[in-house]
């Protein structure tokens, strides 16, 4: 469980634990002899998703054990895919003989077809891959027994296709994989979604500030806030 820097120092100190670090960066100790007890608290994790940046914090019953601002690769995979669209039908265009009949020119036929099941865009598939990896890098370390994952929802009219008059944010990629999302984090602890209102509700109880003017500032009090709310709200 987790104890205090001091006591850490002394176990290194006398030789009762060791230095670690997890691949997420996270320094902790580990045990060589055996533990005194083996109760555990209740760790909660809480995300709370972004098309560019997401927030996560591992909370207790009266503890903020860890937060994180993640900057999602969202852009850079966009911007990487059109780069190699672009190559794709240069290399292509240079490989047809445009003085043949239309007829005769050297065009690859389909090979298969890859539009025919449900899949990700690598954009958003890249976005909730880091959440995942980080949130299976601390259910390492600590004894995590609830996922709790803000939900997104939009209210589309799917006659028209247009959002409808009442509605709140309408359509957003940060909805896309949040089935798939969820579908892998039952596989680390039990998961619960929570709606943004309940966020902000939480976060008013607790008394937290966010900045919602300069959302790319990799501080606390933009995305982490929300990741620690969500994550008190189970005590709620």
Request: proline share 4%; glycine share 8%.
């Amino acid at each position: 469980m987790p104890t205090t820097p001091a006591r850490a120092r002394k176990w290194i100190e006398s030789g009762k634990a060791v230095k670690c670090w997890s691949d997420g960066g996270q320094f902790y100790v580990r045990l060589t002899v055996e533990p005194s007890g083996y109760a555990t608290q209740d760790i909660v994790i809480g995300i709370d998703p972004g098309k560019h940046y997401s927030g996560i914090g591992v909370q207790s019953a009266k503890f903020t054990l860890y937060t994180a601002h993640l900057i999602l690769p969202f852009k850079t995979v966009r911007q990487r895919m059109d780069a190699r669209r672009l190559m794709r039908r240069g290399r292509r265009g240079r490989r047809i003989n445009r003085k043949v009949a239309f007829s005769k020119r050297a065009h690859r036929q389909q090979r298969f077809d890859n539009r025919c099941h449900s899949k990700l865009a690598p954009s958003i598939r890249a976005n909730r891959q880091l959440e995942l990896r980080i949130v299976s890098e601390l259910s390492k370390i600590y004894p995590v027994t609830e996922i709790r994952y803000e939900y997104v929802r939009a209210d589309v009219d799917l006659t028209s296709g247009r959002k409808k008059a009442k509605s709140g944010k309408g359509f957003s990629p940060v909805m896309v994989g949040q089935r798939w999302m969820l579908s892998q984090l039952e596989k680390l602890a039990p998961v619960t979604t929570i709606e943004g209102y309940q966020t902000a509700l939480t976060r008013a109880y607790l008394g937290l500030f966010k900045n919602k003017t300069q959302k790319s500032s990799a501080e606390f009090n933009t995305h982490a806030v929300d990741g620690v709310a969500i994550a008190a709200s189970a005590a709620s």
